[in-house]
């Protein structure tokens, strides 16, 4: 019991724990720091995307987190910080762009496919449900009508005797 309990501790608190943050890199001042960690956690790592420069191990992540650091300290506010970084890097750099014309894509873009892909799906099983005729030579053909059929009989017959 007191091992699965320590287990269960364990898989909670790691997660959290795992930062790439180095111990190096860590302000003096406690203040300073939860703000770096603040802004750190909203900038994205551009070579680990969806990844925070808190949480890359990559070398230009933790070069990001000490310019980050660098700024703070310099006196800028985070809102400052920010925008030196998105200067440097663009919008891509932000965990959560802003909704402007150069992100459109990227708000609108993963609906539009879904809306696309759900009509050629409905496409797709509304001609499979009316039975569609034979495709001949790319053009969707017409099943024949009760007349053409009797007809085509009676060719057949005529064209066995």
Known sequence: MRTLLLALVVSFVLPFAAQAVEPDEILKDPALEARARE???QLRC???QNQ??????????????????DRITAGDSNDEV??????????FVLLDPPFKASTLVLWIGPGAIAV????A?????????????EVVAGVQAEPLSDDERRRLDKLLKENDA
């Open 39 to 41: 802004v750190g956690k």
């Open 46 to 48: 551009v070579v680990c």
């Open 52 to 69: 925070a420069i808190d949480d890359s191990n990559a070398e230009l992540a933790r070069d990001m987190r000490i310019l980050v650091r």
């Open 82 to 91: 920010m925008a030196y970084m998105v200067d440097r890097y663009g919008d």
């Open 116 to 119: 696309f892909g759900v009509f």
């Open 121 to 133: 799906l409905v496409m797709i099983f509304r001609r499979r449900k009316s039975g569609g005729g």
